[in-house]
């Protein structure tokens, strides 16, 4: 019974789309369809039937190719993907990365005998040899809580979609939405831990991701705004949305909002444009009172709630020497 739905990407990289099909085909793990999704304009005829060719090289019936009628772009592209998702896991891939030998049969082994995950994931190496870090010493399940205050403060314990397997049907049944923002995975990543309650983590490197030729430090340098102060403006989002659900889930929702605030006076710095000073100092300044007004009536409500005791307790007293 074929078990698992491979979503891969591809977008004006025929000479590289093939490692990476290849990669998947020669996993020992052999249930799955593998679903090409070709989001390439309609007047790039060349590169499209070239792309195509290469496909229909593999022979391989578990193949079945996609092509966009316009390049509609991501993250709507991301969201056709899911909704093609219909087998028991689903996982997703790009043109150009390559899937390590037995990484499939891991993921899926793991998650067959670990049904509080709703996900596994794994490490990534770069393209050019550099490896992510291990999140933790061995392989292991984690609390979700652990993983949402990490995503939601920027640290660490993130993972790559090119080494990580979802269970398809949760993700269905909370309906995450994908927003339309540079970040566009961050929201709906932040959705799906609040909804889980654990995530598996496997301590060995599942694939290596194509390096981008602009490396990533340079573009934040260029793009400062969309790189660093929307993820926090979505963060913030995340919480005034969620917040009801997330305190009754345990999260100190005040003390999130104290450090995501602090994170993004940090970032006023590198702004030079008015209108994006302006945004985030707005933004930055109302999720600060927003954590403020929260801790002052905390101090508030245990003030008087010490005065009430106290004054029950002297009313328990003198009801006693009356009686």
């Not at 300044?285 to 002052?296: P, V, Y």
């Amino acid at each position: 019974m074929t078990r698992l739905t491979i979503l891969l990407g591809t977008y004006k990289k025929p000479d590289h789309i093939g490692k990476t099909i290849n990669s998947i085909l020669s996993q020992s793990f052999k249930d799955f369809e593998l679903i090409i999704f070709d989001d390439n304009h309609a007047e790039d005829q060349f590169i499209i039937a070239k792309t195509l060719a290469v496909i229909e090289s593999f022979n391989d019936k578990r193949i079945k190719y996609i092509k966009n009628e316009g390049n509609i772009g991501v993250p709507h592209v991301f969201r056709k993907w899911i909704l093609h998702a219909n087998l028991e896991y689903f996982m997703i891939y790009c043109d150009g990365d390559v899937l390590l030998p037995g990484a499939l049969h891991k993921m899926v082994n793991y998650l067959d005998k670990n049904t509080r995950s709703s996900m596994v994931h794994g490490l990534e190496t770069k393209g050019d040899g550099v490896k992510q870090k291990p999140a933790f010493n061995e392989t292991t399940s984690v609390k979700s809580s652990v993983y949402l205050k990490n995503h939601l403060l920027g640290r660490s314990h993130g993972w790559s979609q090119l080494s990580a397997m979802f269970r398809t049907e949760l993700w269905k049944s909370w309906n995450i939405p994908v927003v339309h923002d540079h970040y566009w995975d961050f929201y709906f990543h932040c959705v799906y831990i609040l909804f889980s309650n654990e995530i598996g983590y496997l301590n060995e490197y599942i694939s290596v991701r194509e390096r981008n030729i602009i490396k990533y430090d340079d573009y934040v340098a260029k793009n400062y705004f969309s790189a660093r102060i929307e993820r926090t403006y979505q963060a913030i989002k995340f919480i005034d949305y969620f917040e009801f659900y997330m305190i009754s889930r345990g999260y100190n929702v005040n003390n999130y909002r104290l450090m995501i605030s602090l994170q993004l006076i940090k970032r006023f710095a590198f702004l030079s444009d008015s209108q994006q000073i302006i945004f985030s100092m707005r933004m930055g300044i109302i999720n600060l009172t927003k954590s403020l007004l929260g801790f002052l009536i905390l101090f508030i409500s245990k003030i008087f709630g010490f005065v009430f005791r106290g004054i029950a307790t002297i009313h328990n007293k003198l009801t006693k020497k009356t009686t």
